[in-house]
């Protein structure tokens, strides 16, 4: 009974990418990777404050990115943008193998 159970639990197989600090987030869901200088960069991020859209995984450190993802959510990281898009590109090219 129990093995029937399992059999009916679907997998997810998300290729994950690390954004800094143990924080991951769903590679294939990642829309943009920006800098946070430009103004409208900062519009962005104030309109996504106050839509609860914004997510700050930099622990209180300096905003080096922002991630947008699909479902129009907006991530602050503390990582900087090349260093996100590597990331980004080596999971994408190890994955395009399997």
């Not at 943009?32 to 996504?48: F, G, M, T, Y």
């Not at 943008?81 to 190890?94: A, K, P, V, W, Y």
């Amino acid at each position: 009974m129990e093995s029937s159970i399992i059999n009916t639990i679907p997998k997810i197989n998300h290729i994950m990418l690390n954004i800094g600090f143990g924080n991951v987030v769903a590679a294939n869901r990642v829309v943009a990777i920006v800098s946070p200088n430009s103004a409208p960069v900062k519009r962005l991020k104030d309109e996504a404050r106050d839509e609860k859209r914004l997510i700050d995984v930099t622990h209180g450190r300096k905003t080096r990115s922002v991630l947008i993802t699909d479902s129009n959510h907006v991530i602050l990281s503390a990582i900087q943008t090349e260093t996100i898009s590597q990331r980004l590109s080596t999971l994408m090219d190890g994955n395009n193998g399997q």
